[in-house]
């Protein structure tokens, strides 16, 4: 079997191959693991979150270890990241995202649990895309939503106008979520 792709599995895929930054929202059970592998493929991230890995992330499907319980999740992505060999450019903000003091990125992965954040972000990222004259195809914006029976992923394109009152018809008011 001829390797096509120069051992690149995702060769052939320009978000593969084109190296990126992109901005992760959120270091809990759906950005622990999306950026290990986005690191791994060799783009850059900015990972901004300001929890702390407990017990509970440990035990419940997160990326994290034992001994990174009360560690900044950021940090322990990094030191997992690191651990895998990704030697690429990763960024830690200890901090809720604020456009203010972190700006704005072509693609955002957002891994939260709140639409209150979902929300601001997306109107950052669709103001950013909307003031684009040009690169619009190339900006994404991907939700990852994780819930005791669902798992749900939204993937926004910049060039694509009907995706965003789509995906706006699925945000809605942090007190509609059950409790669990």
């Not at 990763?90 to 954040?117: A, H, L, P, R």
């Not at 749900?152 to 059950?178: N, R, T």
Request: charge should be negative; hydrophobic fraction near 35%.
């Amino acid at each position: 079997m001829s390797n096509i792709n120069n051992g690149k599995r995702w060769g052939g895929f320009d978000w593969a191959t084109e190296q990126r930054e992109m901005l992760l929202i959120g270091a809990g059970g759906i950005n622990s693991w999306t950026a290990l592998n986005l690191a791994r493929i060799g783009h850059s991230l900015v990972i901004c979150d300001d929890d702390f890995v407990d017990e509970t992330n440990v035990l419940g499907g997160q990326f994290f270890k034992s001994k990174q319980i009360g560690t900044r999740k950021v940090w322990a992505v990094l030191e997992n990241c690191r651990e895998f060999g990704c030697t690429n450019g990763i960024d830690c903000v200890e901090e809720k995202y604020s456009f203010e003091d972190i700006g704005v990125y072509d693609i955002f992965v957002m891994g939260v649990d709140n639409m209150t954040t979902r929300k601001q972000c997306f109107e950052v990222w669709k103001n950013h895309v909307n003031s684009k004259e040009e690169g619009k195809e190339k900006c994404l914006f991907i939700d990852g939503r994780l819930s005791g029976e669902l798992d749900e992923v939204f993937a926004i394109q910049g060039d694509k106008v009907e995706q965003f009152e789509e995906y706006e018809k699925w945000l809605f008011d942090d007190s509609e979520i059950p409790e669990i």
